[in-house]
């Protein structure tokens, strides 16, 4: 079974610009949420998606959005990004919300110049 | 809140016992998980708990009091690779919240 695929692995944007991250779970699985994580904050909830509907969100500013299709993928977008928004994004895959094991994938590493 | 306290480092030897304990806040909690993470790496899934008792894998066990808000990560015939960051994360609802993680180093 194949497990949680993050594209793309990284990424150098500019202050200012747009990033969209994408992440496929694993099969089966209907639940995607977003994590950010810094060296000072560590691992901080963004939010969570299941059945293409935010469940759950995250203390994040609106720059920060998602959405997910009907086959489960999901994507993250950051908008206007600052130099702050450099991070390793990851998502989890569950089987639904609040149910189950969750599985990380490999991130993907943003650096903003 | 839903804080997750667990301490922020701890030191073992090669071959030896060593646990990891993790505290939360129990109102609205459903299940408390354990995480692997290597630096520079996404983090691997150790193990989830739901219910009270201990859960065993090989050479990791957790261990699980939801009355107590208390979990414990241990791990035996500690080897060199061992040495990273444990994150103890505790769901409510939908989301994960994680403590700071726990980096532990293993010594010959």
């Known amino acids: 079974k194949a497990g949680v695929t993050q594209t793309p692995r990284y990424l150098i944007k500019t202050r200012g610009q747009q990033v969209t991250l994408s992440c496929s779970p694993i099969?089966?699985?209907?639940?995607v949420s977003w994590y950010q994580q810094t060296p000072g904050q560590g691992l901080q909830f963004l939010f969570e998606?299941?059945?293409?509907?935010?469940?759950n969100k995250g203390n994040f500013p609106g720059r920060f959005s998602g959405r997910q299709f009907s086959n489960s993928r999901s994507e993250m977008n950051v908008s206007t990004l600052e130099l702050g928004d450099s991070a390793l994004y990851l998502c989890?895959?569950?089987?639904?919300?609040?149910?189950?094991?969750?599985?990380f994938g490999q991130g993907t590493r943003l650096t903003v110049v | 809140g839903q804080n997750i306290d667990q301490p922020t480092e701890m030191t073992a030897t090669e071959g030896a016992i060593v646990q990891i304990n993790c505290t939360y806040q129990?109102?609205?909690?459903?299940?408390l998980f354990w995480y692997q993470q290597h630096a520079g790496e996404a983090p691997t899934f150790l193990s989830y708990?739901?219910?009270?008792g201990l859960e065993e894998k090989g050479r990791f066990s957790s261990f699980l009091s939801r009355s107590k808000g208390y979990s414990y990560l241990l791990l035996k015939e500690l080897q060199m690779k061992d040495s990273a960051s444990y994150l103890c994360?505790?769901?409510?609802?939908?989301?994960?919240?994680f403590g700071q993680g726990t980096t532990l180093q293993v010594k010959p």
């Open positions: 994360a505790a769901r409510w609802g939908g989301k994960l919240i």
């Open positions: 129990t109102s609205g909690f459903n299940g």
């Open positions: 708990n739901v219910l009270d």
């Open positions: 989890a895959s569950s089987p639904a919300t609040g149910v189950g094991e969750a599985f």
């Open positions: 998606y299941f059945s293409e509907t935010q469940r």
């Open positions: 099969s089966g699985h209907r639940s």
